[in-house]
């Protein structure tokens, strides 16, 4: 199952489908990139998106961007159950998430519209 969240990002709706992800079935994989628009707060903001994320049972995290760079590093601070991988190129991450994604899997696809994720609901849904 792919939840396509790739327009729009801002940390409540960010921290809402994170809660989504995490009452799935099956295995729960995250995809997250940088949030626009957010101001000086940025970062530290992205950080607390990580800190929600941690104990959330969800198995594994994909990042790819600058500022979600935060995100991962609040998820490796927090949580030791989840799997964290950062990307600074998109066409990484998607090679890697392609060859992890199994039947059965939940992955949510969550970013602000200029990160350019549906490339990666696209390569999902091949």
Do not use: W
């Not at 940390?11 to 099956?26: E, F, Q, R, T």
């Not at 950062?86 to 059965?104: M, T």
Request: charged content about 25%.
């Amino acid at each position: 199952t792919i939840i396509d969240d790739c327009y729009n990002a801002n940390p409540v709706s960010m921290k809402a489908s994170i809660d989504v992800l995490s009452n799935a079935p099956g295995r729960k994989i995250a995809v997250l990139g940088d949030m626009g628009e957010l101001g000086a707060e940025e970062k530290q903001l992205h950080y607390m998106v990580g800190e929600h994320f941690a104990g959330k049972g969800i198995d594994a995290l994909y990042c790819a961007g600058i500022l979600s760079q935060e995100i991962a590093k609040a998820v490796r601070a927090n949580s030791s159950a989840t799997e964290v991988h950062h990307y600074e190129d998109k066409a990484d991450l998607i090679k890697d998430l392609v060859k992890e994604v199994q039947s059965g899997d939940t992955v949510l696809v969550k970013a602000s519209h200029f990160m350019g994720f549906p490339e990666i609901v696209k390569k999902l849904t091949k």
